[in-house]
């Protein structure tokens, strides 16, 4: 009786199946929370400072001497030295909130 090749069965050198596929995982982005509510209310209602984009949007922030005023400290809290970093671009068509702007401030970090 003659026997009947059958080649090794083994996956091929570049195959898929010989290689099991590893869990690849993206770095998340470090965000840093959201400015809470009553920051972002107190910009609209106590801001001093306007800057016009064009287009009827308006930038709005609180300058320092506003900061300093019973009223804004009283309505921001502990809150008061981020609301010093944050604006909002103001369409003013259609009176409503673009989007909140934050900045990094050095002195916050340290």
Sequence with gaps: MATR????????????????????QAPQPIRPPLPPAAVIDAVLRFHDVEVDQ???RT????????LREPQVAAALGADARRAANIAILWNERESEIIRVLEGNDA????
């Design 5 to 24: 090749f059958q080649p090794r069965r083994r996956p091929d050198r570049f195959s898929p199946a010989r290689f099991s596929p590893r869990p690849v």
């Design 54 to 56: 064009g287009g009827q």
């Design 59 to 66: 930038l709005l922030r609180l300058s320092e001497r506003a």
């Design 107 to 110: 002195r916050i970090a340290a």
